[in-house]
């Protein structure tokens, strides 16, 4: 069983959605998570980063940590086309320990 | 601002041969890492260091070796390419501290093996 999963998609929705996407997770040690948005042929890039539970908001984007069921969510409000890439979940242990693991990532496309 | 820089962004090997994958930043980071991205797998991190002189294996080591000399660069070496090192390779850099600092990526060297 890998440590962190995630729904590979395809994901398409029409322009305007409100996009959900999730990971799960199972090493109770983790305590930074992260979404990294990767476009076609380019590197991840950060987009949300949270530490234990809650929820952060940041634009059209929220993401939510739930540590009790290992589960974190990123929703993308009134999707545009501009928001069609790969969405990669990561999480670490943190307290200066830098190794990162990544979900497989989601593709989600935004069709106009 | 040139970030994460590597080179060369597209290569193709013949089973066998040797090469170096090139990583450097300009961002006075001291976590440099090396990963490689393959369909349904995600991310995988292949050598890490935390500081020049400093190297220490990840998740999928075997085939790789790493340096790091300076703190700007961190090189990877395939030492005798296999089909199975056709991948996606990519180079991140972070600070360090008790926090957990974000990774910034290069855009990749798309690597085929014949």
């Known amino acids: 069983q890998k440590e962190v999963e995630q729904d590979p998609g395809p994901l398409s929705v029409p322009e305007g959605a409100i996009v959900s996407l999730n990971c799960t997770y199972s090493?109770?040690?983790?305590?930074?998570f992260m979404w990294y948005r990767q476009y076609s042929r380019k590197g991840p890039e950060l987009l949300m980063y949270t530490y234990s539970s809650g929820n952060k908001e940041d634009g059209r984007f929220t993401a939510q940590v739930d540590k009790s069921s290992k589960y974190i969510s990123l929703f993308i409000r009134d999707s545009q086309p501009s928001d069609s890439a790969t969405y990669l979940c990561a999480m670490s242990r943190g307290g200066g320990y830098q190794k990162v693991t990544f979900g497989t990532g989601t593709k989600l496309q935004v069709i106009p | 601002n040139a970030g994460v820089t590597q080179t060369p962004k597209f290569q193709v090997l013949k089973t066998g041969q040797s090469m170096t994958l090139q990583c450097a930043q300009d961002m006075n980071h001291e976590y440099m890492s090396w990963y490689r991205q393959d369909p349904g797998m995600g991310l995988r991190l292949i050598h890490y260091s935390v500081g020049a002189g400093i190297t220490d294996q990840g998740e999928v080591p075997n085939g790789y070796n790493v340096s790091r000399s300076t703190t700007e660069d961190f090189p990877l070496r395939l030492l005798s390419a296999a089909p199975s090192q056709t991948s996606v390779y990519f180079c991140?850099?972070?600070?360090?501290?008790?926090?957990?600092?974000?990774?910034?990526f290069g855009d990749g060297t798309r690597l085929s093996i014949l």
């Open positions: 991140a850099s972070s600070s360090m501290g008790t926090g957990n600092q974000p990774q910034h």
């Open positions: 090493n109770s040690a983790f305590q930074y």
